[in-house]
């Protein structure tokens, strides 16, 4: 048994001793690779670290930190790593990199997942290596400098969902191979110089939603293959060379909500096809050389809020079934060959802001149905064959344009005009419009631009000059009017052109018309010497056809001497200075009653130790009024606390409601306090604008001081913001209007104020609203005249989070100040709250996927795209006057013509909008100007 127990334990042991070697082998083999693996996964990082550093695009001080602990890239600014230390992205938006895509080693970055290099000026090609990315995901190249075509190598990364390439100077065309990128959800490539046609594999992409080609050179027909991308939701090839039909197969695309083909050379009709998109709300076909009729089938697009199909050959009616896109807020079927009338079930679109019918051929009368669109605010039928104007018209009382020209419309200019309160453009001419010209501007006080030229008016030029603050333009010629021109028209500040030509005007020509930019009074029957200077400013022909005048251009004889002149000065001097003497008696009486120069202020309070100043309500209130309405400037009227006072509410015996900002005794002996409240009122005493809080009056008493001001309801902006209730109220348009308000303030103030005046604390506190939620400019104790021939230096003053950062460190006073603040209150209105935390994460990554509507405040719904196309022009605006050098900032002028252009909006959804591509477009206005400036 022994022996047998031998032999048995002999294979056991050298079993024993066999697995023992073995195993002590595979451990030691499996200690290898780990050691190797890690060796491996070290010389990586190390090899990506220093291909990464041969770019240049990151500091030097990353680069010697990396060499002296041997560490990965990892911890640098815009690289992320996967566990294994290994480069899974590259995010480097906007950090003015330059150089060229090749210094970028793509074979060391097997890992990478997401490639951000947008807006960085880089340069060169594409390179071809760029396929070797295979696990790229989301590649983002837009807004740089590159060239050549889209390589073929592209078609390599088989797991790419998002591609960006737009506003780079891409040529070539479209690769075919692009269709072998299955899962891109977004191909964007706008803004580029493509050619040829779109490659029918785009047909491939079945997982598309986002397809952006516009602004490019793209010819050739639409590819029936695009209705195979079921999942597309918008389709912008808008701003090529296309030709040919749209293709029926569009109709297939039922997830579509945004087509755009405008400024294209697409012919043929309007398939019936295109009624099967009802989930479209934008269609967008301008520009284009379409033909044959609207088709009935549009009327199935019930969720459609822009439809723009002006600028073709579109004929037939407009069909009544229109009545049946609800929700259309733009209508633009102007410059077809559109005829018959206009249907009166085109009052049923209520929601309707703009309608433009204009240069057709349409007839008949204007259906009194127009005037149950309470919303319109554009309405165009010029140039048709339309007939008289119906009463209703009076109810669009929201209206800002209106183009009636190139009509038959006859008889009198109708007084329900002047129920359209809103009115800054009025186009009447070139109609058959008869009798007398209404006190239009009686209640039209917003209007700019008025235009009556070749009708058939008479009677004389009505004028009230407090009604014409806004008036730029006025074309009256080719009338029968009669009588003198107004001399104080040559007073109104913003008139720059002034067309009163072929009517049966008399008398003299008023001098202050001279300063007119514009000005034609050719071919009436005027008298009498021309203004001296007008050769400076105007040329012999503006007022050729007056044949009894005299002086400076040859064309006329010269004026008469002697004894005649003596007469004919008497006659004119003579009741002009016995005017003048009766105006020095009057004054004085006045004076001695009530003092309005601001600057004889300080003098007199020594001398009388009191004066109180009011020039509103006919002169009837008196200090005892304000002392007996505030029971001595009591606690429970007190509203709030200025920079230098208390504000209080007052109601004065006459029912007026009153607001007033008093200096408290110690802060009246601090001259600091002092000088901002004599600074307050001679800005205000000496300026007028609907968005600058009025100031009705001042007192000046050794015992007390204070200002009265027109009463605001709702307090400060600020307030507003930070109430909920008032926030929700407080509704995008009025935010819109707010800052349009602002915006025109600050304009007036830079602009047309001689001196310059700049208010220095522009800021939410600082913007009142009324009880309509419009917005006036207040608190000017630290506004400063700018006077040319100083250094304009001063204190710093302001208020923090709204200063300029440069009048931080240069102390100096200019517009630019005002125009970054104004950039920081639209920012802080459009998001609810102040932008600061958003100002300081501009050039962080975090900033580059931000979405334009994330920022909004998100107390309010959503806005429509009209008012979405306005928030993304304030947007836009708001960070070109954040640049952080003044002189790339635009002028408020710039600002404020650009609000009031009313040019058509672009269809760009809010949702699709990044900041970044808005920092861009800002920049593209700062380099360019804006384009009404």
């Known amino acids: 048994m022994a022996t047998v127990s031998i032999f048995i334990s002999i294979p056991i042991v050298a079993i024993w001793a066999i697995w023992i070697l073995l195993c002590g082998k595979c451990l030691d083999d499996a200690f290898h690779h780990l050691v190797v693996a890690a060796s491996g996964s070290s ?172 602004y490019n050179k793209i010819n050739g027909s639409i590819p029936s293959e695009i209705g195979m991308l079921k999942n597309l939701t918008i389709l912008y090839l808008s701003s090529n060379m296309l030709v040919g039909p749209i293709p029926s197969t569009l109709g297939n695309l039922t997830n579509l909500k945004y087509l755009s083909l405008d400024q294209n050379k697409i012919n043929g009709s309007i398939p019936s096809e295109i009624g099967m998109l009802k989930n479209l709300t934008d269609l967008v076909l301008s520009s284009n050389m379409l033909v044959g009729p609207i088709p009935y089938t549009l009327s199935h697009l019930t969720n459609l809020e822009y439809l723009w199909l002006d600028q073709n050959k579109i004929n037939g009616s407009i069909p009544s079934e229109i009545e049946m896109l609800k929700n259309l807020t733009s209508l633009y079927l102007s410059s077809n060959m559109l005829v018959g009338p206009i249907p009166s079930t085109l009052g049923n679109l209520t929601n309707l802001k703009y309608l433009s019918l204009g240069q057709n051929k349409i007839n008949g009368s204007i259906p009194s149905e127009i005037g149950m669109l309470k919303n319109l605010t554009d309405l165009d039928l010029g140039s048709n064959m339309l007939g008289p104007i119906p009463s209703t018209l009076g109810h669009l009382t929201n209206l800002q344009s209106l183009h009636l020209d190139q009509n038959k419309i006859n008889g009198f200019i109708p007084s329900e005009i002047g129920m359209l309160k809103n009115l800054t453009n009025l186009n009447l001419s070139s109609n058959m419009l008869v009798g007398p010209i209404p006190f239009i501007w009686d209640n039209l006080t917003h209007l700019q631009y008025l235009d009556l030229s070749v009708n058939y008016l008479t009677g004389s030029i009505p004028y009230r000059e407090v009604n014409l603050y806004w008036v730029k333009y006025v074309n009256l010629s080719h009338n029968s009017i009669r009588g003198e021109i107004p001399v104080a028209l040559g007073s109104v500040a913003r008139l720059s052109s002034l067309d009163l030509s072929y009517n049966n005007l008399t008398g003299h020509i008023p001098p202050s018309l001279i300063y007119i930019k514009e000005i034609d009074l050719s071919h009436n029957s005027l008298k009498g010497r021309i203004p001296d200077g007008f050769d400076r400013y105007h040329k012999s022909y503006t007022l050729t056809g007056n044949r009894d005048l005299c002086g400076q251009f040859k064309i006329f004889p010269p004026c008469p001497k002697g004894k005649k002149s003596i007469v004919t000065k008497t006659k004119i001097f003579a009741p002009i200075t016995t005017f003048l003497g009766f105006l020095v ?262 900033f580059q996927n931000m979405m334009l509507n994330e920022i909004l405040d998100r107390r309010l719904p959503p806005p429509n795209h009209l008012i979405g196309q306005d928030i993304l022009l304030v947007a836009t605006i708001a960070f070109a006057c954040l640049h952080t050098q003044p002189k790339s900032r635009p002028t408020m002028k710039c600002v404020s013509q650009e609000f009031l252009s009313r040019r058509k909006p672009n269809v760009i959804p809010l949702t699709t909008v990044s900041l970044m591509q808005l920092r861009k477009q800002a920049g593209y206005m700062e380099g360019s100007g804006f384009a009404y400036c």
Request: with cysteine; hydrophobic share 40%.
């Open 43 to 214: 010389t990586l990082q190390l090899k990506q670290a220093k291909a990464l550093q041969e770019t240049g695009w990151w500091p030097s001080t990353t680069h010697a930190q990396a060499n002296s602990n041997y560490s990965s890239a990892c911890h640098w600014d815009g690289i992320t790593c996967n566990a294994g230390g290994s480069i899974t992205t590259i995010d480097r938006f906007d950090q003015g990199l330059g150089g060229q895509l090749i210094k970028l080693n793509f074979s060391l970055l097997p890992n990478l997942v997401s490639l951000n290099l947008s807006r960085n000026s880089l340069t060169g090609r594409i390179p071809l290596e760029i396929g070797m990315l295979k696990n790229l995901v989301y590649l983002n190249l837009y807004s740089n400098m590159l060239v050549g075509p889209i390589p073929y190598t592209l078609s390599h990364l088989t797991n790419l969902e998002y591609l960006q390439l737009d506003q780079n100077k891409i040529n070539g065309s479209i690769p075919s191979e692009i269709g072998m990128l299955k899962n891109l959800t977004i191909l964007s490539l706008f803004s580029n110089m493509l050619v040829g046609p779109i490659p029918s594999t785009i047909g491939y992409l079945t997982n598309l939603e986002y397809l952006y080609l516009a």
């Open 585 to 846: 008696i009057g004054g004085g009486i006045l004076l001695s009653r009530c003092v309005f120069k601001i600057n004889q202020i300080e003098s007199r309070e020594s001398k009388n130790g009191n004066i109180f100043s009011i020039w509103n309500y006919d002169g009837h209130i008196a200090y005892e009024d304000i002392i007996e309405a505030t029971e001595d400037f009591h606690i429970r009227y007190c509203i709030g606390t200025g920079g230098y006072g208390s504000v209080y509410k007052a109601e004065l015996p006459s029912g007026n409601v009153v607001a007033l900002k008093k200096l408290h005794q110690r802060e009246a002996e601090n001259p600091v306090f002092y000088r901002s409240f004599i600074n307050e009122v001679r800005v205000l005493t000496e300026i007028r604008h609907r968005n600058i809080v009025k100031l009705h009056g001042f007192c000046v008493h050794k015992g007390c001081r204070f200002l009265i001001y027109e009463y605001m309801e709702r307090g400060s902006l600020f307030c507003v913001l930070r109430n909920v209730d008032e926030a929700v109220e407080l509704d995008w348009s009025k935010r819109i209007n707010i800052i349009k308000g602002t915006a025109h303030a600050l304009s007036y103030m830079h602009h047309e104020c001689i001196p310059a005046i700049v208010h220095r604390d522009i800021s939410s506190n600082n913007i009142l609203l009324n009880s309509k939620f419009q917005g006036f400019i207040s608190d000017f104790g630290t506004a400063k005249l700018l006077d040319p021939d100083s250094s304009n230096q001063t204190l710093v003053v302001g208020t923090y989070g709204y200063i300029a950062p440069e009048f931080a460190y240069t102390m100096t006073v200019t517009e630019k100040c005002d125009i970054y603040s104004f950039g920081v209150v639209a920012l802080e209105v459009l998001m609810g709250r102040h932008p600061g935390e958003l100002l300081s994460s501009l050039s962080s990554s975090s």
